[in-house]
Protein backbone atom coordinates (compact mmCIF):
# COMPACT_ATOMS: atom_id res chain seq x y z
CA UNK A 1 0.00 0.00 0.00
CA UNK A 2 1.28 3.13 -0.94
CA UNK A 3 1.27 6.30 2.01
CA UNK A 4 1.79 9.95 0.75
CA UNK A 5 3.80 11.59 2.74
CA UNK A 6 3.36 15.53 2.42
CA UNK A 7 5.98 18.51 3.32
CA UNK A 8 4.11 21.32 5.18
CA UNK A 9 6.10 24.39 4.49
CA UNK A 10 5.82 27.09 6.09
CA UNK A 11 3.85 30.58 4.71
CA UNK A 12 5.84 33.62 4.67
CA UNK A 13 3.22 36.86 5.13
CA UNK A 14 4.38 39.47 4.40
CA UNK A 15 2.84 42.49 5.45
CA UNK A 16 3.70 45.87 4.17
CA UNK A 17 2.38 48.87 7.39
CA UNK A 18 0.79 52.38 6.45
CA UNK A 19 1.40 55.23 9.04
CA UNK A 20 -0.64 58.29 8.58
CA UNK A 21 0.49 60.90 9.87
CA UNK A 22 -2.58 63.28 10.94
CA UNK A 23 -1.88 66.90 12.17
CA UNK A 24 -4.26 68.79 13.98
CA UNK A 25 -4.63 72.22 14.31
CA UNK A 26 -2.96 74.79 16.65
CA UNK A 27 -6.02 76.44 18.16
CA UNK A 28 -5.55 79.11 20.94
CA UNK A 29 -8.98 80.60 22.28
CA UNK A 30 -9.58 84.14 22.99
CA UNK A 31 -12.72 84.66 25.22
CA UNK A 32 -14.43 88.06 25.32
CA UNK A 33 -17.52 89.40 27.52
CA UNK A 34 -17.50 86.77 30.28
CA UNK A 35 -15.29 86.65 33.13
CA UNK A 36 -14.64 84.80 36.42
CA UNK A 37 -16.19 81.46 37.23
CA UNK A 38 -18.60 81.10 34.05
CA UNK A 39 -14.80 82.28 31.62
CA UNK A 40 -13.29 79.11 33.50
CA UNK A 41 -16.17 76.86 32.85
CA UNK A 42 -16.02 77.53 29.24
CA UNK A 43 -12.49 77.05 28.86
CA UNK A 44 -12.90 73.82 30.56
CA UNK A 45 -15.67 72.85 28.19
CA UNK A 46 -13.53 74.07 25.21
CA UNK A 47 -10.53 71.84 26.46
CA UNK A 48 -12.19 68.69 26.03
CA UNK A 49 -13.44 68.84 22.22
CA UNK A 50 -11.38 66.67 19.93
CA UNK A 51 -9.34 69.54 17.92
CA UNK A 52 -9.93 68.64 14.01
CA UNK A 53 -7.26 68.78 11.10
CA UNK A 54 -8.34 72.44 10.13
CA UNK A 55 -10.07 75.07 12.62
CA UNK A 56 -12.38 76.39 10.27
CA UNK A 57 -14.03 73.19 10.15
CA UNK A 58 -17.95 73.94 10.53
CA UNK A 59 -18.54 71.16 12.87
CA UNK A 60 -16.24 72.14 15.32
CA UNK A 61 -17.46 75.58 15.28
CA UNK A 62 -20.50 74.25 15.91
CA UNK A 63 -19.49 72.42 18.76
CA UNK A 64 -17.54 75.51 20.18
CA UNK A 65 -21.09 77.14 20.10
CA UNK A 66 -22.92 74.77 22.01
CA UNK A 67 -19.66 73.55 24.88
CA UNK A 68 -19.89 77.52 25.87
CA UNK A 69 -23.52 77.64 25.48
CA UNK A 70 -23.85 74.34 28.43
CA UNK A 71 -21.04 76.14 30.20
CA UNK A 72 -22.99 79.14 30.97
CA UNK A 73 -26.29 77.85 31.59
CA UNK A 74 -24.65 75.75 34.52
CA UNK A 75 -24.78 79.43 36.18
CA UNK A 76 -27.96 80.44 34.77
CA UNK A 77 -27.38 82.20 32.16
CA UNK A 78 -29.83 80.58 29.16
CA UNK A 79 -30.39 83.27 26.44
CA UNK A 80 -26.14 84.05 25.77
CA UNK A 81 -25.76 85.37 22.02
CA UNK A 82 -22.08 83.93 21.23
CA UNK A 83 -20.16 84.68 17.95
CA UNK A 84 -17.48 82.59 17.41
CA UNK A 85 -14.56 83.36 14.94
CA UNK A 86 -10.92 82.36 13.13
CA UNK A 87 -8.39 84.20 12.81
CA UNK A 88 -5.15 82.90 11.35
CA UNK A 89 -4.71 79.87 8.38
CA UNK A 90 -6.02 76.50 8.79
CA UNK A 91 -3.22 74.65 10.96
CA UNK A 92 -2.23 77.13 13.72
CA UNK A 93 -5.58 79.48 14.31
CA UNK A 94 -6.96 82.39 17.24
CA UNK A 95 -10.77 81.14 17.77
CA UNK A 96 -12.40 84.23 19.45
CA UNK A 97 -15.70 83.84 21.35
CA UNK A 98 -17.59 87.18 21.78
CA UNK A 99 -19.93 86.70 24.58
CA UNK A 100 -23.31 88.38 25.15
CA UNK A 101 -23.96 86.76 28.65
CA UNK A 102 -27.61 87.85 28.29
CA UNK A 103 -30.13 87.92 31.47
CA UNK A 104 -29.43 86.00 34.07
CA UNK A 105 -32.41 82.81 35.40
CA UNK A 106 -34.09 83.60 38.85
CA UNK A 107 -35.94 80.77 40.54
CA UNK A 108 -39.85 81.73 40.56
CA UNK A 109 -41.12 78.66 42.16
CA UNK A 110 -39.20 76.71 44.88
CA UNK A 111 -41.03 73.48 45.41
CA UNK A 112 -39.53 71.39 48.11
CA UNK A 113 -40.85 68.59 50.42
CA UNK A 114 -39.93 66.23 53.02
CA UNK A 115 -41.39 63.04 53.17
CA UNK A 116 -40.97 59.56 55.32
CA UNK A 117 -39.82 59.13 58.96
CA UNK A 118 -37.46 62.23 58.74
CA UNK A 119 -39.45 64.79 57.82
CA UNK A 120 -39.98 66.33 61.08
CA UNK A 121 -35.48 65.63 62.31
CA UNK A 122 -34.48 68.93 62.97
CA UNK A 123 -30.96 68.19 60.72
CA UNK A 124 -33.03 67.59 57.46
CA UNK A 125 -34.98 71.20 58.51
CA UNK A 126 -32.20 73.18 58.91
CA UNK A 127 -30.27 71.52 55.85
CA UNK A 128 -32.93 72.54 53.53
CA UNK A 129 -33.29 76.26 55.29
CA UNK A 130 -29.74 76.57 54.59
CA UNK A 131 -30.48 75.59 50.50
CA UNK A 132 -29.87 78.27 47.90
CA UNK A 133 -32.76 77.33 45.69
CA UNK A 134 -35.35 79.41 47.18
CA UNK A 135 -38.14 81.82 45.49
CA UNK A 136 -35.75 84.78 44.16
CA UNK A 137 -32.62 82.98 43.86
CA UNK A 138 -30.77 82.77 41.07
CA UNK A 139 -30.28 79.54 39.39
CA UNK A 140 -27.01 77.84 39.57
CA UNK A 141 -27.27 73.83 38.66
CA UNK A 142 -24.09 73.46 41.63
CA UNK A 143 -26.84 74.93 44.30
CA UNK A 144 -29.03 72.30 42.89
CA UNK A 145 -26.87 69.28 42.69
CA UNK A 146 -25.30 70.24 46.08
CA UNK A 147 -28.97 70.88 48.05
CA UNK A 148 -29.59 67.07 46.69
CA UNK A 149 -26.13 65.60 47.83
CA UNK A 150 -26.60 67.41 51.26
CA UNK A 151 -29.45 65.34 51.47
CA UNK A 152 -28.68 62.25 50.60
CA UNK A 153 -25.25 62.36 53.14
CA UNK A 154 -27.35 63.16 56.21
CA UNK A 155 -29.40 60.24 55.28
CA UNK A 156 -26.71 57.91 55.11
CA UNK A 157 -25.76 59.20 58.70
CA UNK A 158 -28.72 58.79 60.12
CA UNK A 159 -29.23 55.32 59.08
CA UNK A 160 -32.07 56.38 56.36
CA UNK A 161 -30.85 53.71 54.07
CA UNK A 162 -33.94 53.65 51.83
CA UNK A 163 -34.14 57.18 51.53
CA UNK A 164 -34.62 58.20 47.74
CA UNK A 165 -35.71 61.43 45.30
CA UNK A 166 -39.51 61.13 44.58
CA UNK A 167 -39.17 63.90 42.17
CA UNK A 168 -36.82 65.71 41.52
CA UNK A 169 -36.69 68.46 38.46
CA UNK A 170 -35.34 72.01 37.54
CA UNK A 171 -37.67 73.03 34.61
CA UNK A 172 -36.36 76.32 33.05
CA UNK A 173 -38.83 78.97 31.01
CA UNK A 174 -35.63 80.68 28.62
CA UNK A 175 -38.72 83.02 27.49
CA UNK A 176 -39.15 84.72 30.78
CA UNK A 177 -35.80 83.53 32.38
CA UNK A 178 -37.66 82.34 34.92
CA UNK A 179 -37.33 78.25 36.59
CA UNK A 180 -39.34 76.08 38.94
CA UNK A 181 -37.42 74.11 41.22
CA UNK A 182 -38.99 70.60 42.09
CA UNK A 183 -37.11 68.08 45.35
CA UNK A 184 -39.10 65.77 46.43
CA UNK A 185 -37.16 63.88 49.37
CA UNK A 186 -38.42 60.69 51.03
CA UNK A 187 -36.55 59.52 53.93
CA UNK A 188 -38.16 56.28 54.43
CA UNK A 189 -37.46 54.37 57.90
CA UNK A 190 -34.62 54.82 60.09
CA UNK A 191 -32.99 52.38 60.39
CA UNK A 192 -31.72 51.35 64.51
CA UNK A 193 -28.29 49.65 65.62
CA UNK A 194 -29.30 45.55 66.63
CA UNK A 195 -27.19 43.62 68.58
CA UNK A 196 -22.92 43.52 68.80
CA UNK A 197 -21.85 40.11 67.28
CA UNK A 198 -18.81 38.01 67.60
CA UNK A 199 -17.60 35.88 64.95
CA UNK A 200 -16.12 33.44 67.88
CA UNK A 201 -15.60 34.14 71.37
CA UNK A 202 -13.18 36.34 72.41
CA UNK A 203 -11.32 36.90 75.68
CA UNK A 204 -11.77 40.22 75.86
CA UNK A 205 -15.17 39.81 74.55
CA UNK A 206 -16.51 41.77 77.78
CA UNK A 207 -14.31 43.94 77.86
CA UNK A 208 -15.13 45.10 74.40
CA UNK A 209 -18.88 45.35 75.26
CA UNK A 210 -18.41 47.65 77.61
CA UNK A 211 -17.18 50.20 75.63
CA UNK A 212 -20.30 49.86 73.46
CA UNK A 213 -21.81 53.20 73.45
CA UNK A 214 -25.25 52.48 72.11
CA UNK A 215 -27.88 49.55 72.79
CA UNK A 216 -30.11 47.47 70.52
CA UNK A 217 -32.99 49.59 68.80
CA UNK A 218 -30.99 53.04 69.23
CA UNK A 219 -31.46 55.11 66.19
CA UNK A 220 -28.42 54.33 64.20
CA UNK A 221 -25.78 56.96 63.45
CA UNK A 222 -22.71 56.99 61.86
CA UNK A 223 -20.90 58.92 64.52
CA UNK A 224 -21.44 57.05 67.24
CA UNK A 225 -20.12 53.92 65.54
CA UNK A 226 -17.53 55.97 64.51
CA UNK A 227 -16.79 56.77 68.22
CA UNK A 228 -17.09 52.98 69.25
CA UNK A 229 -14.43 52.36 66.39
CA UNK A 230 -12.12 54.77 67.85
CA UNK A 231 -12.45 53.57 71.32
CA UNK A 232 -11.91 49.87 70.16
CA UNK A 233 -9.03 50.43 68.12
CA UNK A 234 -7.23 52.20 71.45
CA UNK A 235 -7.24 49.47 73.14
CA UNK A 236 -5.67 47.52 70.88
CA UNK A 237 -8.06 44.50 70.47
Not at 25 to 35: M, N, Y
Not at 46 to 60: I, K, N, Q, T
Not at 185 to 210: C, D, H, M, W
Request: proline residues 5%.
Amino acid sequence: RMQAIFFLQPLIFTFTLFYFSFVHAEIEFQIKGVSGAPETNIEIYLSSLDVPRHADDEEYLSEIKKSALSALTVFGYYQPEIIVEVNGDETSAIVELDIKIGPLTYITESNIKLQGEGKDAPYFLKQIDSFLIGVNDPLKHANYESAKSSLKILARRYGYFDAKFEKSRVDVSSLNNSASVHLWFNTGPRYQFGELIFPSELPAGKYVKSLLNFKVGDPFDTRVLSNFNADLNATGY
